[in-house]
């Protein structure tokens, strides 16, 4: 059966950080940043739900859901909170096409609390989840000063379509002016030839989770200012529309 065909983006995207409410915002910039961070969250749900570590983590599809329809709308706002989410908006609708979540290096966030937002929407399974975290951080390659890429998705019916690369060409330009490198784990052989177009390579050994999928922890260093990115689509140009679009997979 022929994937239905998605609708042609009027006119252009915008990557952006999403907006975050702050302590006493106007009702148009909290239902804003409500709205934005809702969509965020059925990006990465849907996204992440077929991700090879999903079954690892979560090994009851009907399970899985439940538990990660939990589990992202907390995952935004620690990202909200400690973090960056960068998003991919079109324009005229405000609709969120993609989103990437980023965490400084060397920061320690709140602890509790993440432990916590696992804690409530994984129940036992928390420690599974933890056990995932430890194994990519022990191979995570040793810098400091740079952000690490945790979550990058992009909508359904939106892939392929240059929306993953102009949000990261988006840090990445903010990363080179700084000098300062990017770490993140690709999860699957498509995310990491992704990440490696984007200047990414794998600098430690292979890492094949416990009974589960390979994981690879990829580092990206700063670029010369005359270094390009690739991509289909530079933030502030039309996207191309495409037929056929392929299935959810995160980092596509």
Request: charged letters at 20%.
């Amino acid at each position: 059966m022929t994937a239905p065909t998605p609708p042609p983006l009027s006119t252009r995207l915008t990557v952006r950080p999403a907006f975050a409410a702050g302590p006493e915002p106007d009702k148009r910039t909290r239902a804003t940043a409500v709205g934005e961070a809702d969509q965020v969250a059925r990006i990465l749900l849907a996204g992440y739900a077929n991700a090879p570590e999903a079954s690892w983590l979560v090994a009851d599809r009907d399970r899985r859901l439940p538990v990660y329809g939990v589990l992202w709308p907390a995952m935004v706002r620690y990202g909200l909170a400690h973090g960056l989410v960068d998003v991919a908006v079109d324009q005229p609708t405000g609709v969120v096409l993609g989103a990437a979540v980023w965490f400084p290096l060397g920061a320690a966030g709140d602890p509790d609390a993440y432990r916590q937002a696992l804690t409530d929407a994984c129940g036992e399974l928390v420690g599974r989840f933890l056990r995932y975290d430890q194994l990519s951080a022990a191979h995570q390659p040793n810098v400091e000063g740079g952000w690490r890429l945790a979550w990058l998705a992009v909508a359904p019916g939106q892939h392929r379509r240059g929306v993953a690369s102009a949000i990261l060409r988006h840090r990445h330009t903010v990363l080179d002016l700084e000098h300062a490198p990017a770490v993140l784990t690709a999860t699957s052989p498509r995310a990491r030839t992704l990440f490696t177009r984007h200047h990414y390579t794998r600098t430690t050994r292979v890492v094949h989770l416990p009974g589960g999928p390979t994981i690879w922890p990829m580092l990206r260093t700063p670029q010369p200012a005359a270094a390009t990115e690739p991509g289909d689509v530079a933030p502030g140009k039309p996207l191309p529309h495409r037929t056929s679009p392929p299935a959810i997979d995160p980092g596509s």
